[in-house]
C-alpha cells in the first residue's frame, strides 16, 4: 500500500527474451470470487535466469477489467506452446497498457 493508502498489486511475467508489445498482461480469473482488492495492477516481466526485469505498465484495476479480453481455460491459442488456455485469465496486450512513465501521475489521480 503506497502512503496515500493506493493498494498495488503487481503481476510478473517470465520468458527468455525481452518483452514485446504483443506480449500479454494477465490477471487471473477469478471466478465468482471477484477482482481482487487492489487499485492498481502494475505488470512486469523477468528474463527466467533473472538476470533483467522490466517494469511494462499498469492499469486501474476498474478499467482493466472494463477493456481487457477474457480467455477461458480449454480455449484455443495459437502463439502458446500448449496450444489451449490452461486457466482462464483476463489479458491486454503490453501496448495496451500505460507505461511507467505516466506511473506516479496516475496513483495521485485514480
Not at 69 to 90: D, I
Not at 91 to 109: A, C, E, H, P, R
Request: glycine share 10%; net charge neutral; aromatic share 14%.
Amino acid at each position: 500500500i503506497a502512503p496515500n493508502g493506493i493498494s498495488i498489486d503487481v503481476k510478473t511475467d517470465a520468458g527468455n527474451f525481452k518483452p514485446k508489445p504483443t506480449y500479454e498482461a494477465l490477471v487471473e480469473d477469478r471466478g465468482g470470487m471477484g477482482p481482487q482488492l487492489c487499485h492498481i495492477y502494475c505488470f512486469s516481466h523477468v528474463l527466467y535466469d533473472l538476470s533483467e526485469v522490466w517494469l511494462v505498465g499498469w492499469d486501474f484495476q476498474h478499467t482493466f477489467y472494463q477493456t481487457a479480453q477474457h480467455r477461458k481455460k480449454g480455449e484455443r491459442r495459437e502463439s502458446m506452446k500448449t496450444g489451449k488456455v490452461l486457466e482462464s485469465y483476463y489479458f491486454k496486450t503490453y501496448d495496451q497498457i500505460q507505461g511507467m512513465s505516466n506511473f506516479l501521475q496516475g496513483v495521485n489521480d485514480p
